[in-house]
């Protein structure tokens, strides 16, 4: 599937410039897919497949699909060249049961190409971690890994954080996922209303040596806003709805009000 | 339709366990649709039949679907084994207007298999509702009653919920719906931030031989993963959004992070 | 396509009377789409066509579709006989490039029917505003304007809103939105929790010959709510996401809680 020509290519150009297209290293978005039926599915890829990258059946949900429906849904989000992939609480039940291997395995019969590792909720020994990650590279998946944990009062400290990323990478993983859950409060860089945490957020950035390994999940629009503003078109954000697709894609390109602002000459804004 | 087999089925198992499977008596989850289309409908249907059992037409949306869509649709619903009813406004307003028996009639014709009879804004002599009950169930109808005014200043006294919920049981009724609306704030057993009181919920409780003839009405994840924590994977919740189907019985499994956390091992959720 | 007969026509009669069908001069309903694909907005219409009349394709999302796509969905929509627009702010990105016209003409090519003019982020001087609607109206579109900035700190006097409102419509608009965004917060009329600001309100009213020709930009169920219990069924109301057409049309007939109390006889909704 290719990216199509659209009506505005020759009249309107990109008020925010730069954004990449397909296939790119950074401006990743990735989808939360809560269970869209098929023809739901199509008709988003068919109008979005250009501005999405990864796709996340997430929690256990995959467990809960029938095998023809989830094997077609797969199929058909790999034929759009998205990256297709369960939610990391699913592995961390089959770390909890002493199941990874087996449950990697049938990730491969599903078709997954990716899996997340993480430990937002169970403990998780570096170790083994590291192990995960690789028994998931040896079968051929991408592996991304998640940095947080769901509850607010288990906190990681800044070094945990970046200890944790630099192993993952050097396990393997290719993108580490920042937690915001499907809620975007109260977790990872944000605060109870949803607002980005200066110094959670320097102090993050502080030991990351590449920021484009970073998909910040950023469900809430002004989330999305904040990110883009400070890092361009090609930040990489995840958690997204399907239906926000276009809606965020908009945004990377100052093609809504929220960024277009950003464009404009320094009084214009002000002025009437 | 019967349900299908998963990919996971023989790797992993529920952390949260017990989930009953239809046909079920508790457990039941009913969904809010305001006015989805067939094939979406179906799409949903298809990935998450085995997770709902009654589905809502709420308020007086069926009088807003031309003859052939409505029955369609209806039929759609039927084949897949679920009961389905109109919103209870829809009653009410046909109480209000003295059209009780024709609005019967023609439930039947649509092809309607419940009814919902409440008092949420119009007030109802309690011999009335009675009355209402028993036309419902001598036309074959299943009924299900709401308890509860939408109008916080309108609250009832727990006698009269413990009244009513008897009296509607003896008039005929399956289950007691109670009133969350569709938002979920300042109505029912929650507060004006959604979250469960506990004084309301104890009392409502009180007065009840059997409380799996209760159907909650909780539209936030927040108040799903509540009520699960409190009385286990076969709560009986309403006025679900078809898209949160899988989530909800994901959270149902302990297949999500906000109920996995209640499965760990005492000490594992709190070390690293 | 023609309205269909409901099944409950002859049983029912709306408790909020005097709703008007199309073709219709007020009670306009404004739909938000943010990306669906063809099937579900097909879906859509074939349960809610009566129940909408501009459609818009917010921000610059139809610069994201493929053409063939877009041409399709365009379509899709006339065949319903609805007015289909680009968000205003594409406009905006248009007007900052100096490329208006050839704007026009590619909406054309689309088969927009109709466009909106608005300065939300860009400051436009108002001869250009004026110029920029007759040059649409010469192409043969319907002109909407939009009165209001999106960043709280530039909100406009009412000097300002009254005159602009004038102007636009002795230039050929048709009908003047006034701005609520897509959160219905802090912005226009709304205050920081999406309430009403009863002077904001009244003083936009005080310069206003034609109510009917303003459509309040009304996202959230509470404003929709106070906007049919002040001005009736038939107030002209936009923002409205595609899923909430049969919830919105329920409001509006009194077929629903919220506006339904408002048609008991007093003493009745207090009593039990």
Redesign the interface.
């Known amino acids: 599937v290719h990216?199509?020509?659209?009506?505005?290519?020759d009249?309107?150009?990109d008020?925010l410039p730069g954004r990449a297209a397909k296939p790119r290293q950074a401006g990743l978005t990735m989808v939360i897919d809560?269970?869209?039926?098929?023809?739901?599915t199509?008709?988003?890829l068919?109008?979005?497949h250009?501005?999405v990258d990864y796709w996340k059946l997430?929690?256990?949900?995959?467990?809960?699909?029938?095998?023809?429906?989830?094997s077609q849904k797969v199929a058909l989000l790999r034929r759009f060249g998205l990256d297709v992939y369960p939610g990391g609480?699913?592995l961390?039940?089959?770390v909890?049961?002493g199941?990874v291997e087996?449950?990697l395995d049938?990730c491969r019969?599903?078709g997954f190409t990716a899996v997340e590792v993480s430990?937002?909720?169970?403990?998780?020994d570096p170790r083994e971690r590291r192990r995960i990650i690789r028994e998931a590279r040896n079968r051929g998946f991408r592996v991304v890994t998640e940095i947080g944990k769901?509850?607010a009062h288990?906190r990681?400290t800044h070094a945990?954080i970046h200890r944790a990323i630099e192993e993952d990478l050097a396990a393997g993983a290719e993108r580490i996922i920042v937690e915001g859950r499907?809620?975007g409060v109260a977790v990872g860089v944000y605060d109870e209303a949803g607002a980005i945490q200066e110094d959670e957020l320097a102090k993050i950035l502080s030991g990351v040596k590449d920021p484009a390994t970073l998909i910040w999940e950023a469900p809430q629009?002004s989330q999305q806003e904040d990110f883009i503003l400070r890092f361009g078109p090609n930040v990489n954000l995840g958690n997204i709805p399907p239906?926000?697709?276009?809606?965020l894609?908009?945004l990377r390109?100052?093609?809504?009000?929220?960024t277009?602002?950003a464009?404009?000459p320094k009084a214009?804004?002000?002025?009437?």
Chains 1, 2, 3 share one sequence.
């Open positions: 990216p199509e020509k659209g009506f505005f290519d009249v309107i150009v008020p809560k269970g869209l039926g098929l023809s739901e199509e008709g988003i068919l109008t979005a250009a501005y997430p929690f256990g949900t995959p467990a809960l699909y029938g095998r023809g429906y989830l609480t699913f961390e039940v089959a909890l049961q199941r087996p449950f049938r019969e599903v430990d937002g909720t169970i403990p998780l769901k509850e288990l990681l945990q499907e809620s629009k239906g926000e697709l276009l809606a894609e908009a390109r100052g093609l809504r009000g929220d277009l602002k464009c404009l214009a804004g002000e002025a009437r």
